[in-house]
């Protein structure tokens, strides 16, 4: 079965740190680009980061750069985002998707989404 | 960065009614663009690719349509499993920011 299984996320304080990670399976991993896609309480969706399937490109939302890093390890089927001084706003249900592509190779939706994980941001 | 606009917000419809959401972007997108459907407390879920290609296992009563920059998702007769939030986001943008709609509610009536 093809399957995005997240983890990690928490309470943390403001200014704090967090990983979340992400373990896929029953598909070859290495052979797509992944994001993070976040919703805040009550709101909608917002990418997050993508990543490419070597690792050799990364795009974050303008709100995060600096402060996120999105990695991935192939070997263990993982994506990773480690979350840096965190604010009220990064509160939200964390998403991992997987990117589907085209027989072009240009990538055309977000086919596999994980089930979310929490990540609360207060004092 | 390209702005993805969906109208209406908010729609209440009742069963077996036609449903029409629209998505506008900022800029022109090809069709590259994606619908998805989300149910309170689950994740996303992929209804329509390359703006008009219904996903596997999707309904066919779920239709999308448009190129450029102004694209629609249908609904052709509304069934109770589909009142839930909808999304539409463009995937063909440079570097890559794959951007969402705001969404729109649909309701019972």
């Known amino acids: 079965e093809v399957q995005l299984v997240e983890s990690g996320g928490g309470l943390v304080q403001p200014g704090g740190s967090l990983r979340l990670s992400c373990a896929a399976s029953g598909f070859t991993f290495s052979s797509y680009w992944m994001s993070w896609v976040r919703q805040a309480p009550g709101k909608g969706l917002e990418w997050v980061a993508n990543?490419?399937?070597?690792?050799?490109?990364?795009y974050y939302v303008d709100s995060v750069k600096g402060r996120f890093t999105i990695s991935r390890d192939n070997a263990k089927n993982s994506l990773y985002l480690q979350m840096n001084s965190l604010r009220a706003e990064d509160t939200a249900v964390y998403y991992c998707a997987r990117a589907s592509y085209d027989s072009s190779g240009y990538i055309d939706a977000f086919d596999i989404w994980g089930q979310g994980t929490m990540v609360t941001v207060s004092s | 960065d390209i702005q993805l606009t969906q109208s209406p917000s908010f729609l209440s419809a009742s069963v077996g009614d036609r449903v029409t959401i629209t998505c506008r972007a900022s800029?022109?997108?090809?069709?590259?663009l994606a619908w998805y459907q989300q149910k309170p407390g689950k994740a996303p879920k992929l209804l329509i690719y390359a703006a008009s290609t219904l996903q596997s296992g999707v309904p066919s009563r779920f239709s999308g349509s448009g190129s450029g920059t102004e694209f629609t998702l249908t609904i052709s007769s509304l069934q109770p499993e589909d009142f839930a939030t909808y999304y539409c986001?463009?995937?063909?943008?440079?570097?890559?920011?794959?951007?969402f709609g705001q969404g729109t509610k649909v309701e019972i009536k």
């Open positions: 986001q463009q995937l063909n943008s440079y570097p890559p920011t794959w951007t």
């Open positions: 800029q022109g997108i090809s069709s590259y």
């Open positions: 990543i490419k399937q070597d690792g050799s490109e990364k």
